[in-house]
């Protein structure tokens, strides 16, 4: 476990001595607790830290790589602010450590809500903590952007374009890079004249308003959450949390891949997430935009093919390091493909409103 830290992150002796020191516990027995490898996203690690009397989540940002740290003060400032407002479906803070990068929370155990199939009482409870979200955000809390948010539909398409051109610069000429080329012109034309189309709407370079901006999690799902042994769930990662676009926080919740839902529960999701924004005008963004959302979900199944994305996947223990490398890329690129497809067979309609 130690050796596996070290590589990424600061010693975890020291780390774990200054936790156990700040919860009071530095005269505990190094015998009497255990570190549990918990789990953690795409590009962190979250360990459990247990003791007779306290059982912590630790949550370890990736070092090597200045936009952590961004991550890592998004995070904070959403566990500071959910805190003090009084949210209680989230994990409790106890605090965090700016120059090790690393959050302590309370560990829940319960049952990891990734690609678990989703019911009504689910559902729910996600539209009410979008919901709070939406009723906060009506007040200044000196919080920013969420990460990749746009506010201009120009913005949007600049977004999904950065990452295209973040892919079409890699250096590779033959195997699995041959295909991924190929897939990148398809999806190239597609993308442009779908901006092009939009170029022409007024609203293409008209900005939001106040009122039409939420606070999100900016990676909002059952994908993140726990539910513990009453059905309560429990919302985790504010790495991205931020001011967003309503649409935005809608579209990626029914496109993420890591959930279960079916149309039907998709249909439930928009139609009170919509009801619960009363925004004019929202429902019609949500169809126009959400080709352009499934089109950025396509970049982000390329994420591995950047050496320093795929770098943070195998810190936060998402790629196995050993796994083969051309074996893994021909899967997400079939991901990307398998997306593009279904958009282009569906005339980039919004199949759930």
Known sequence: MDSFLDRSHPSWEVTRDIILSRLGLENTNPGAFEVLKSGGGKNSQILRLKTSSADIAVKLFHSGDGSRKDNFFREKAAYELLSEKGFSNILKYYFSDEDRLFLVLKYIDGKNCRNMPADAAMIEQAVDFAMKLYRLSEKKHNIGKA?????????????????????????????????????????????????????NMDEFNRKLRTHEITLSPSDFGFHNAVMNNTGELFFLDFEHFGLDDPAKLIADFVLHPAMALTDETKRDFVFKMLEGFNIKGLQSRLRVLYPVFALKWCMIFLNEFISNDLERRRFAGAVPGDEDNENMLKIQLEKAMAMFNVLEKTNREFPYA
């Open 147 to 199: 990460s990749e948010a746009g506010f201009t539909i120009e913005e949007v398409f600049a977004i999904t374009g950065k990452r295209l051109d973040r892919l079409k610069s890699l250096p590779g000429d033959k195997g699995i890079y041959l295909d991924l080329f190929d897939f990148l012109k398809r999806f190239e034309a597609y993308f442009q004249g779908l901006e092009n189309h939009m170029k």
